[in-house]
């Protein structure tokens, strides 16, 4: 008998969300008043969300960088980032990987060559407002422009975090958006996006996702979020069922092995338990994740948390994202080092999503070295040339064939 019980090793909490050590010292010394009730409430944590310069300044040792970029920030994209996720930014190193991605840097307000305030192009692929219609058969849906953290390589940075502005996303603009799904009987697919869908109210999330399976055509529906991740007590058993009931897809989005933690893996669990099938979605960045050993270790965690890793990004070319970008290469690198290295399910796609509005565009290392004859010439994982008999087929000229 092979016993499954290590797959059962997490420790039940009946119905409380856990609180890791490194959370719960991190509380005790910056949130001393605070009950454990208080922090597990995730609209506590939104209250509390670190906005200023001077909250900032509390808890971390900023840097003069920082400083300066905190004050000189306008418009769109603020600070914010969540208590319980402030938890994992290292107090006195300013380079450190997860608080690069969510304090402001000086280095933002440089444009780099071939940066776009809107690098998708999706405002002119925008139908109705919070609608971008790019590709045949789905849509994406921007529900709501409010995020809980604010990445700084954010693509949509012109658009989330401003109560009012040019974009209007939220409930007013979804009757539009429905109209037009009603009408355009091709869109089988929606995804719900933002801004966070999951800082809606469970109500006002359940209505959207319910209003949407009233349109006859469209028969699949995900959501990508970034909460599980960075306020993982949104995830309240109560939510994980309305998830799992509607049926609905969900693709998280994450950066780094250090933020699974008990926190995560419970909310993790709890929409696997739920039935809801999770995807992931990571941007691939400079000095952050840009190794292959640290995106193993991510996608080793988010296997073991019944997460398939989904797509690897290469950075958008976003305004003053610069210091966030590697060369393409990079990416092609790290797949090439998972590859037949390790479970192919733990190896996402890596995609380039093309400037301009063509949409993800997948890259892969070469694995097709040449032909000789009716030989196709391939290469495996591990660097050696196999023959695959392959008669008749001319490959053309693309880069896979030399001349
Ligand atoms: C990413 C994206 C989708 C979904 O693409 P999939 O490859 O199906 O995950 C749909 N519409 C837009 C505009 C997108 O950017």
Redesign the pocket.
Known sequence: MISAEHLESRPRTAGRFPISPAAQAFKRRFYPAATSTQWNDWRWQLQNRIRTLEGLARILQLSADEEQAIQRHRGPLPLGIIPYYCHLLDEHDPTQGLRRTLVPATDEYVRTPGEAIDP?A?DE?TVVPGL????PD???FLATGFCAVYCRYCTRSRMVGTPTGTYELGRSSWERAFSYLEEHKEVR?V?ISGGDPLTLSDEKLDGLVARLKQIRHIEFI?IGTKIPIVLPQRVTKAFARMVGRHRVWM?LHVTHPDELTPEVTEACDRLADAGVPLGSQTVLLKGINDQLDVMRKLFHGLLMRRVRP??LYQCDPVFGSGHFRTPVKKGLEIIDGLRGHTSGYAVPTF?V?APGGG??IPLSPDYIVGREGDDLLLRNYAGKIYRYPDPGEDLGSGPNTPP
């Open positions: 998708l999706e692929n971008v219609h790019r590709y789905r849509v994406l697919d995804l995900r693709s989904y797509y995609v999503d949409g993800k």
